[in-house]
């Protein structure tokens, strides 16, 4: 009895995490991208976020580099050739 209540709990905290903080999850990831620790990514820097999907999508070194490109162009609204927390949170409030 007590673990089903422990459970009940545990899935209703998991839940309102997943609802209340969408800007906390685009920190976490930022952060953990922002190797150089500046408060903006670089294509460097973004290009960790897709060198994983892009190689197992079978994407060569220049596709793959181009392709970073485009992302970037996309995110960076503001054409400083560097990703703000709040142009790439933009992928995630989809
Ligand atoms: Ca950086
Ligand atoms: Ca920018």
């Known amino acids: 009895m007590k673990k089903l209540i422990l459970l009940a709990l545990t ?3 998991l839940t309102a995490m997943a609802n209340t903080d969408i800007t ?37 070194e220049a596709k793959q580099i181009k392709k970073t490109e485009d992302k970037m162009t996309q995110l960076d609204t503001n054409q ?15």
């Open 80 to 94: 400083d050739k560097q990703v703000s927390i709040e142009e790439f949170s933009v992928l995630h409030n989809k």
């Open 11 to 13: 899935s209703l905290s």
């Open 24 to 60: 906390h999850f685009v920190q976490i990831r930022f952060t953990a991208l922002d190797t150089d620790n500046n408060g903006s990514l670089s294509l460097t820097e973004l290009r960790g976020t897709n060198r994983g999907w892009m190689t197992k999508a079978g994407f060569d």
